[in-house]
């Protein structure tokens, strides 16, 4: 039985008096019981924030990107070594943002990957496919060969320390959320593509689900048999949102 990862993306937003209201609003609505595992991950600066915040929660905390380098001359860029030293249990690897915007190819995907999982930070490695590719009919093999990219660099046994987030770009940030069917179609061949290679990894690795997730569609996508979470980007802002997201996966 995989359990379920519900992961707060919280991209370029907040200051710290918003973070503190909204982890006041996770921290005392949160289901202590709760079987599903929780994430936030804000931005860099504010993970020691974050990391305060949390009191005895077990909400872990990630990042949302971290340098494909170890250490050294490169300016601006964080280490998967930092975020470990501040107490990231994950980092966000490949989203489709960072893919679109900054250039990030499938390959330095794969090496920042790989950084992660060498500093004992779990990956969520994002894969997924635009609108005109969908139209196109190659959201399969756009999806296959971000992640072969991953399997031909570090192996295929990686996996089984990586989480992967499906997002299809057309539904990140839009409203428009996939349907539970599409996303099922989805997960499943993305299962089926790891199956190929180690059954074992396939069965264990859980596949998020991401891209205007919220309260009010997260039963239906978290009901299928191959959604095993979330990541949420602006429902993960509103404290009550978030929370209620959490309570569906139980
Ligand atoms: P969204 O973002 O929930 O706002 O669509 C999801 C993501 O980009 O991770």
Same mark, same amino acid.
Request: charged share 20%; proline share 3%.
């Given at each position: #039985?995989r359990?379920?990862?519900? $992961?707060?993306?919280?991209?370029m937003?907040g200051?710290k008096?918003?973070i503190? =209201?909204? #982890? !006041?609003g /996770?921290?005392?609505?949160l %289901?202590a019981?709760m079987? =599903?595992?929780v994430? @936030?991950?804000?931005?860099?600066i504010?993970?020691p924030?974050v ?9 872990a905390? +990630? *990042?949302q990107?971290?340098s494909?380098?170890?250490?050294? $001359?490169?300016?601006?860029e964080?280490?998967?070594? #930092?975020? !470990?030293d501040?107490?990231?249990q994950?980092v966000i690897?490949?989203h ?6 900054y ?7 794969a090496?920042?990957?790989? !950084?992660?999982?060498?500093h +004992?930070?779990t990956?969520i490695?994002c894969v997924?496919?635009?609108?005109e &590719?969908?139209? %196109?009919g190659?959201?399969m &093999? @756009?999806v296959? &060969? &971000?992640l ?5 660099t570090?192996g295929?046994d990686?996996?089984?320390k990586i989480?992967i $987030?499906?997002?299809? @770009?057309?539904?990140?940030g839009?409203?428009?959320?996939a349907?539970?069917?599409q996303?099922?179609?989805v997960h499943?061949a993305i299962?089926a593509h790891?199956r190929?290679?180690?059954?074992q990894?396939?069965?264990?690795i859980? /596949?998020?689900?991401?891209?205007? #997730?919220?309260?009010a ?10 959604i095993?979470?979330?990541l949420? +980007?602006?429902? =993960? ?6 929370? *209620?997201?959490c %309570? /569906?996966?139980g």
């Amino acid at each position: #039985m995989r359990t379920k990862l519900i $992961a707060g993306n919280w991209k370029m937003h907040g200051s710290k008096s918003f973070i503190e =209201s909204l #982890m !006041k609003g /996770i921290t005392e609505q949160l %289901n202590a019981a709760m079987e =599903s595992d929780v994430l @936030v991950c804000p931005p860099t600066i504010y993970i020691p924030l974050v990391k305060n915040l949390i009191g005895d929660t077990a909400i872990a905390v +990630g *990042a949302q990107d971290l340098s494909e380098q170890e250490q050294g $001359a490169y300016t601006g860029e964080i280490s998967g070594d #930092m975020l !470990k030293d501040n107490g990231c249990q994950y980092v966000i690897v490949g989203h489709s943002e960072r893919r679109s915007l900054y250039g990030e190819t499938d390959i330095l995907v794969a090496h920042k990957t790989g !950084k992660a999982i060498e500093h +004992g930070l779990t990956p969520i490695l994002c894969v997924g496919e635009t609108l005109e &590719q969908r139209e %196109n009919g190659t959201t399969m &093999q @756009v999806v296959e &060969q &971000q992640l072969d990219a991953v399997i031909d660099t570090l192996g295929i046994d990686a996996f089984a320390k990586i989480v992967i $987030a499906y997002e299809p @770009v057309w539904a990140i940030g839009t409203g428009v959320t996939a349907s539970p069917e599409q996303a099922q179609e989805v997960h499943s061949a993305i299962r089926a593509h790891l199956r190929e290679k180690n059954a074992q990894v396939a069965e264990s690795i859980k /596949i998020l689900y991401g891209g205007s #997730m919220k309260a009010a569609n997260a039963e239906e996508l978290l009901a299928q048999p191959d959604i095993d979470g979330g990541l949420i +980007g602006g429902a =993960s802002l509103k404290a009550d949102e978030f929370i *209620a997201i959490c %309570n /569906i996966a139980g």
